[in-house]
Every structure is written in C-alpha cells, then in structure tokens.
C-alpha cells in the first residue's frame, strides 16, 4: 500500500490549493476513513480533516468553513480543498488511510505567503 500526496505549493494569502492523495494497491480503499493532517515547524502533527467510508466528514475548527474533505472511491483518492488560505495554514500536508492497518503518505508542503 502506498499514499502519495500532491498538489501542495507557494500560495498568496487568500489563495486556495486543492490536494490530492492517491491510494495505490489498496483494493479496499472504500472501507477505510481517510484523513489529512498537517505538521508544521515546531509544532506536532495535528488532524485538518477527516472522511469516513460513508462520507461523514469532520473538520478541526482552525479549518471549519474553508477547507473540504472529499473522495472518490473509484479512483482512490482523497482531496482536500483549501481556501482563504493564511500563513497559519504554511505546514506539511499528509493524508493518513485507517482501517485494519493505518497508512500515511510522504507529506507534501504548503506554503502560505502574506
């Protein structure tokens, strides 16, 4: 099984980004809960937003409003949407699937500049 997050980047304050994470030799995608989390310098890794396999999201209150959590189980990812971006948000993105075993992708960075 392998995650592999994208589509971080260097965005202005008020930007959006929209990330990807793809599950790769993970027939049973669809029964696990998926999550993003972020970490950023200093800091402990803590949850942005999480989907279950009925599609129940939750939200951390520092992204309610701004951020969505969404997948398609068809072709195995998960995305989280990202908008009013602000430099609280500059961190390492990773997406976490959870089941039977948990797996965590490599991280991609977002970058929030004001």
């Known amino acids: 099984v392998q995650l592999q997050a994208s589509g971080g980047g260097l965005v202005q304050v008020g930007g959006s980004l929209r990330l990807s994470c793809a599950a790769h030799?993970?027939?049973?995608?669809?029964?696990?809960?998926m999550g993003w989390y972020r970490q950023a310098p200093g800091k402990e890794r803590e949850i942005v937003a999480s989907i279950n396999p009925g599609e129940i999201t939750s939200y951390a209150d520092s992204v309610k409003g701004r951020f969505t959590i969404s997948r398609d189980n068809i072709k195995r990812i998960v995305y989280l949407q990202m908008n009013m971006l602000t430099p609280e948000d500059t961190a390492v993105y990773y997406c976490?699937?959870?089941?039977?075993?948990?797996?965590w992708g490599q991280g991609t960075q977002v970058t929030v500049s004001s």
């Open positions: 976490k699937a959870n089941w039977i075993s948990t797996y």
């Open positions: 030799a993970m027939p049973s995608f669809s029964l696990h809960t």
